[in-house]
């Protein structure tokens, strides 16, 4: 029985280490989608949510409510999520750290069609700090909890100056040490 929950900050490379996590292990790959998933019911941007999040804890809650549930139901799955940690506790707890410019650049880069389109690098950077800003401060509302803190997560990984390949080598090696695995 394998669980492994991957936060980290935009750009971090979070969906492409979990997707090859989860085909090397030989597990399920769930996406970060609960949160995109109800930002389409409610017609807005994921940066928009967050923003609405700040002031409606009912949000996370929902989102959330659907974490926990698959967290009791399943196992053999790495899970992409910025609190999946809090609610799936014997999970392998991992989060991406990557700078601010370098996390810009590489959402500038390869924009995604359920975010907002960028004009610049120096936007990009603005608006995910807005939205980092706008998460943190709606899970510190909903739940007390401040997913930025390094304590929160079992092992923690810059990934700011390594190749995709060189940040699967590092974790594949330090989740080793899990009886899961």
């Not at 009912?58 to 999520?81: A, C, P, Q, T, Y």
């Not at 929160?152 to 810059?158: A, L, P, Q, T």
């Amino acid at each position: 029985m394998v669980k492994i929950t991957i936060s980290g900050l935009p750009g971090s490379g979070k969906t492409t280490l979990s997707k090859t996590l989860a085909e090397k292990l030989h597990l399920f790959f769930v996406p970060n989608s609960f949160a995109r998933d109800l930002a389409e019911e409610k017609k807005v941007t994921i940066n928009k949510l967050m923003e609405m999040a700040k002031k409606d804890s009912s949000i996370h809650k929902e989102i959330d409510k659907k974490i926990i549930k698959w967290g009791k139901e399943k196992n053999n799955f790495v899970l992409v999520g910025w609190i999946a940690y809090h609610f799936i506790p014997d999970s392998i707890k991992i989060f991406l750290y990557v700078s601010p410019e370098e996390g810009a650049k590489r959402i500038y880069k390869n924009q995604r069609k359920d975010e907002p389109n960028y004009f610049s690098i120096k936007e990009t950077q603005e608006k995910t700090k807005k939205r980092i800003f706008d998460t943190k401060e709606g899970f510190e509302k909903a739940y007390n909890l401040n997913f930025l803190l390094r304590k929160n997560y079992d092992i923690v990984v810059d990934t700011t100056k390594k190749s995709q390949k060189k940040v699967l080598k590092e974790i594949l090696k330090k989740i080793k040490k899990y009886k899961q695995i």
